[in-house]
C-alpha cells in the first residue's frame, strides 16, 4: 500500500517564474492539505482539498493556489515566485469522516535563486 | 492564529537518558499531536492525545495531555540515536486532522 507520494523531490526556480507541485494520497484518503515547512520552522497550513474544492485556507496568498482531481490526487501552484517560498513543501492525505491521522508524503524542496 | 510554544529548541544527550519536551498554549485545545520528523522525511504521527489528563503510551514514548488543557509533554525512555530528529507538537482544528497547526519543534540529538 503506498503511501503518500510527492513529486518531484528537489526543484530549483528563478524568482518571478511559476511551479507545479504535485501528490498523491494515501490509498482509501480523500482529503489532501498542503504545508510549508521553512528552515527551522514547523510546518504551516496552506490549504485543504476536499471534493475538488478548497474547503480551508491558512494565512498564504493568492500567488498560492491548487486543485484536486477526481482521483484525489492533487497540485499546488505558486506563480511569481519570490525568494521566501523557498521551503519544503509537504502533502498530507487524511479519511474525511471519523478521526484519522494525517499521513505526510516525503515533501518537494523548493529553492528559489 | 494559536500559537504553541515548544520546549526546549534543542537537546544534547547520551544514549540511554531519559527526554521530556512540552508543549503550552494560551488556548484550550480538544486533541493534542506529537510528530517526529526525520531529515528528508515528512513528519510521522507519534502520539495523539484527545481528552484533558489522557496520558498514552508508544513503545518507550509517553504523551499527556494536561488538565487545562493548554498544555501537553512527550516523554522519551531509554534514548537510542535513531531517536534523533525533530519533534513536534500540534493540535487539530477544523472537522479532520487535515489542518493541523505545529509548534517550533524540538531538535533532539542522542550521542552513541
Known amino acids: 500500500d503506498a503511501g503518500v507520494t510527492q513529486s518531484p523531490t528537489h526543484l530549483i526556480k528563478t524568482r518571478g517564474q511559476q511551479v507545479t507541485l504535485r501528490c498523491s494520497p494515501k490509498?482509501?484518503?480523500?482529503?489532501v492539505s498542503w504545508y510549508q515547512q521553512a528552515l527551522g520552522q514547523g510546518p504551516q497550513f496552506i490549504f485543504q482539498?476536499?471534493?475538488?474544492?478548497?474547503?480551508q485556507r491558512g494565512n498564504f496568498p493568492d500567488r498560492f493556489s491548487g486543485h484536486q482531481f477526481p482521483n484525489y490526487s492533487s497540485e499546488l501552484n505558486v506563480n511569481a515566485l519570490w525568494l521566501g517560498d523557498s521551503a519544503l513543501y509537504l502533502c498530507?492525505?487524511?479519511?474525511?469522516?471519523?478521526?484519522?491521522?494525517?499521513?505526510f508524503g516525503q515533501g518537494t524542496r523548493l529553492t528559489v535563486v | 492564529g494559536q500559537q504553541l510554544n515548544q520546549s526546549p529548541q534543542s537537546m544534547f544527550i547520551q544514549e540511554g537518558e531519559d527526554v521530556s519536551m512540552n508543549c503550552t498554549s494560551s488556548s484550550i485545545f480538544n486533541t493534542w499531536l506529537w510528530y517526529k520528523q526525520d531529515p528528508g522525511e515528512g513528519p510521522v504521527l507519534l502520539i495523539a492525545?484527545?481528552?484533558?489528563?489522557e496520558l498514552t503510551s508508544n513503545g518507550r514514548l509517553t504523551a499527556q495531555f494536561g488538565i487545562t488543557r493548554k498544555d501537553s509533554f512527550l516523554n522519551i525512555s531509554a534514548s537510542i540515536p535513531s531517536d534523533v530528529g525533530i519533534y513536534f507538537c500540534?493540535?487539530?482544528?477544523?472537522?479532520?486532522?487535515?489542518?493541523?497547526?505545529f509548534g517550533q519543534g524540538t531538535i533532539l540529538t542522542v550521542h552513541p
Open positions: 490509498s482509501g484518503h480523500d482529503t
Open positions: 492525545l484527545y481528552k484533558a489528563g
Open positions: 482539498y476536499y471534493e475538488e474544492e478548497e474547503r
Open positions: 498530507a492525505s487524511s479519511f474525511d469522516e471519523g478521526s484519522t491521522e494525517a499521513f
Open positions: 500540534a493540535y487539530a482544528g477544523g472537522t479532520s486532522y487535515g489542518k493541523l497547526t
